[in-house]
């Protein structure tokens, strides 16, 4: 009997263990797929560009997170002022410290164009507001409401000699647009490409949004989200961001309209959203004065 008592003890810890593996098991395979969902085929007129001819399109690296990554690749940004680059709220959780620059690089996995350190970086603070509200029950049983304000701003420790890109108002819904990421091509090489697109109605955005399913919660049954504070593009034929190009500018009218924040379906026809730059405009434009 004494030799007993101990295999009991055992399977008393087994059986938990087993119940708190069970879903993860289960759910393995949706994580699986949202990660590597297929890709839609390229855009007519996409293709590799150079930085010369998109000089402001940069590289945001985080060299201890992201040692593996080409470039050390973390997120995407676009410069705005010699020293100010805007990005997505969601690339900025790291320490400036932490954090690089890299400008003129068309192949990430080289080693040309230039390194730059990062002195500071802001948030808006309606993002993590935001983010404190999203709710996993609610993305399980109705529509999730999406963080606003997935936008921030960083702050070089030195000037780039570099063209900037300037700030756009609100673009029309039809608008001609173009989209640029380093995980773009079809064989997801870091290679800077762009993509032809248009700006979709906001109403059309916002019913694909609410129509969206995700397997990776909180966004299961749908989002909703402050409409006034995102655009979408790729409506038409979608124009998919692979991680890492988080922050990735749209632009209109050779201005920075968007900048990618996320992906509401993993069907390969839903388009991607966008922070409107515009809402913004007056904070980051105030901002980017003060910064000497």
Known sequence: MSEKKPRRRRWWILGPVLVLLAPIVLYAPFLVWEYTRPQPDPVPGSGQVSTAAAPWVVV????????????????????VAPKAVVTAAHCLGSEPADLTITVGRDDLRGNSGKVVRVAA??????????????????????????ASADIGLITLAEPVDTPALPLADSPAGGSAATVYGWRMSPDDQPLLWQAPTTVAEDAECVRRAADSVRFIPPRWHGVSYEQAAYLCVGAERAIRLRATDSGSPVVVGGKLAGVASWSGSVDPAAPDYYTRVAHYQSQLRTLIDAIR
């Open 60 to 79: 945001i690296g985080n060299p201890k997170t992201y040692a593996d990554s080409p470039s050390n690749k973390l997120c995407v940004g676009t410069l």
């Open 121 to 146: 970086t802001w948030r808006d603070p309606g993002y993590a507001k935001g983010i404190a509200e999203e709710s996993f029950a609610g993305g399980m049983f109705g529509q999730v409401r999406l």
